[in-house]
């Protein structure tokens, strides 16, 4: 953990705009003018803000044609987050519940994959299915883009409903889907089996 990092972090996040400009970009992309018709104040305040963000690596911006529109870094949020909850807990206790999660998604691997590594049938009960998710997503490397031809040739080697394990990782977040693109998610997004 790099101190100075933390350090500039939250004094950037103690300014309430920043904050609320912060649950804003959780749920959607905005533009500049958007968010300053949503918190009532100037576009130039806004760029303010969003700049001071910026420099924390909290927002990032894309342009589209003329629009220039802002997201939540939640990677780096859930960073800083976790520092946080580092501190307030028990390494030793996260240790031993990541290990008997490991345990259990192992038992979930050997009674639902073949040895070739072919699922035998896509578990109906949640938390299974998510180890089964989690498994064929690690295959896949974060940062590039995927054609949905590429995608389902890809799950194919898994099991031949492509089409369901497709929209199962858009549902749990382990993908994102823009213009029949796909690209893994940050592991911290992926909805996670819980003990």
């Known amino acids: 953990m790099q101190l100075s990092k ?7 996040m ?4 920043r904050i609320k400009i912060v649950y804003l970009l959780a749920s959607e992309r905005l ?3 958007a968010i300053a018709g949503k918190l009532g104040l100037t576009a130039p305040t806004i760029s303010h803000h969003l700049t001071k963000l910026k420099e924390c690596n ?35 206790g996260d240790s031993k519940m990541e ?3 490991m345990k259990e998604k192992q038992k979930v691997m050997n009674n639902f994959l073949e040895k070739n590594g072919r699922i ?7 938390k299974k299915k998510l180890y089964i998710l989690e498994h064929m ?34 549902i749990h977040q382990f993908m994102y889907r823009e213009n ?12 996670s089996a819980k003990l």
Do not use: C
Not at 120 to 126: A, L, M
């Open 6 to 12: 933390q350090v500039a972090f939250h004094k950037t």
């Open 14 to 17: 103690g300014d309430p705009t």
């Open 31 to 33: 533009h500049v003018g």
């Open 180 to 191: 029949s693109i796909y690209e893994v998610n940050p592991r911290e997004m992926w909805a």
């Open 58 to 92: 909290l927002v990032y911006s894309r342009r589209e044609k003329n629009t220039v529109y802002y997201y939540l870094n939640k990677k780096v949020l859930s960073h800083h987050g976790s520092v946080l909850h580092q501190f307030a807990h028990d390494e030793k």
């Open 120 to 126: 035998k049938n896509i578990p109906s009960q949640q």
């Open 99 to 101: 290990e008997k999660r």
């Open 137 to 170: 997503v690690e295959g896949l490397k974060v940062g590039e883009k995927y054609k949905e031809k590429d995608l389902n040739e890809y799950i194919q080697q898994f099991h031949e409903d492509f089409a369901t394990l497709r929209r199962e990782f858009i």
